[in-house]
């Protein structure tokens, strides 16, 4: 397993855009990769996935067209690029990684997590 810590979280107003990044301390370049989000006293929710390659990504339906995840197997580092951000995108982000070669977009086949961090979205 791969040890996670993700930063760039923050307060912004409704539309703008936000990066966030996820290091990893050892090689993810065998690992799917997914960013989850959390609510208030709600379990981790699917954002979107990226497999070992970078070849195949995956949404959910709130966060096609505005999220972009993608990843730097040489850097160890994955990322998820949030744009024309709304009130509703506020939570706490988790980045994880899955092992296995099938993408998988349930909270119980992410292995490994980081610490979160929070984004906050004013209207």
């Known amino acids: 397993q791969v040890q996670l810590v993700e930063s760039g979280g923050g307060l912004v107003q409704t539309g703008d855009s936000l990066t966030l990044s996820c290091a990893a301390s050892g090689r993810i370049g065998s690992y799917t990769m997914g960013w989850f989000r959390q609510y208030p006293g709600t379990d981790r929710l699917f954002v979107a996935a990226?497999?070992?390659?970078?070849?195949?990504?995956y949404y959910t339906d709130s966060a096609k067209g505005r999220f972009t995840i993608s990843r730097d197997n040489a850097k160890n580092m994955v990322y998820l690029e949030m744009n024309s951000l709304k009130p509703e995108d506020t939570a706490v982000y988790y980045c994880?990684?899955?092992?296995?070669?099938?993408?998988?977009?349930?909270?119980?086949?992410?292995?490994?997590w980081g610490q979160g961090t929070q984004v906050t979205v004013s209207s």
């Open positions: 994880a990684a899955q092992s296995g070669i099938y993408v998988r977009t349930a909270e119980a086949d992410y292995g490994s």
């Open positions: 990226i497999s070992w390659s970078g070849g195949n990504t």
